[in-house]
């Protein structure tokens, strides 16, 4: 069935450094691929998503990259800040359905 | 644009009662999709409704179900709460079939005692 793995599901980095998130999918006609960042206690919130139809997508000190043939995707944040500190979720989706299938979650902590 | 709007926030019930969760889609937005989240399955999906008719639905009992209004309003009722079923229900709103942008609400947290 349709599965979405994530990885790591913590991840503690010192203010400045990088961060990386990383997602498999399984489904082959996924063609949507989302990021949501969700603080504690608050909603989820998309923060950068990408199509199948391209390879990677930058928002300031974030980017996202979609390697189709291996089935992965990824989050790089950059010059990470203690406000990035969130659980982040990625998702799948794909044809005519808006059904997302997230991943487990990354509790990313950012140390100052 | 006033977001998604989700009534109750909080709600607490017992086992074998039901509940009926409220989710007022964003001004426009004319699909509506509902999800469970819980600390040990993460995000679930539940169903989604556009133009009043169920498009999709997720691995979920009978015990869940769901409708939409000519509004694009949207609910969902659990009967028969079991104690597994304590979670936050998230409602997201997109702008139409096969947009996939989806807007969460700030959910409806269910405890069942």
């Known amino acids: 069935g349709e599965n979405v793995e994530q990885h790591p599901s913590t991840l503690s980095v010192q203010e400045g450094d990088s961060a990386v998130i990383k997602c498999t999918y399984s489904d082959s006609a996924s063609n949507y691929f989302p990021w949501y960042k969700q603080e504690l206690g608050k909603r989820p919130q998309l923060i950068i998503d990408i199509r199948s139809n391209v390879g990677e997508k930058k928002d300031q000190r974030i980017a996202v990259t979609l390697n189709k043939t291996a089935k992965h995707f990824s989050l790089h944040i950059t010059e990470t800040q203690p406000e990035d500190s969130a659980v982040y979720f990625c998702?799948?989706?794909?044809?005519?359905?808006?059904?997302?299938?997230f991943g487990t979650g990354t509790l990313l902590a950012v140390q100052p | 644009k006033a977001g998604v709007t989700q009534t109750p926030r909080y709600l607490i019930k017992t086992r074998g009662q039901q509940v009926t969760l409220s989710c007022s889609p964003i001004?426009?937005?004319?699909?509506v999709s509902w999800y469970q989240q819980t600390p040990g399955q993460g995000l679930q999906f539940l169903f989604e409704?556009?133009?009043?008719?169920?498009?999709n639905k997720g691995n979920f009992p009978g015990r869940f179900s769901g409708r939409q209004f000519s509004n694009s309003r949207s609910e969902m009722n659990v009967s028969t709460l079991e104690l597994g079923d304590s979670a936050l229900y998230l409602c997201?709103?997109?702008?139409?079939?096969?947009?996939?942008?989806?807007?969460f609400g700030a959910g409806s947290r269910l405890t069942v005692l």
């Open positions: 409704y556009f133009s009043e008719t169920q498009r």
């Open positions: 001004s426009g937005h004319r699909s």
């Open positions: 997201a709103s997109l702008p139409g079939s096969g947009a996939n942008v989806l807007t």
């Open positions: 998702a799948a989706a794909g044809g005519a359905t808006n059904k997302l299938i």
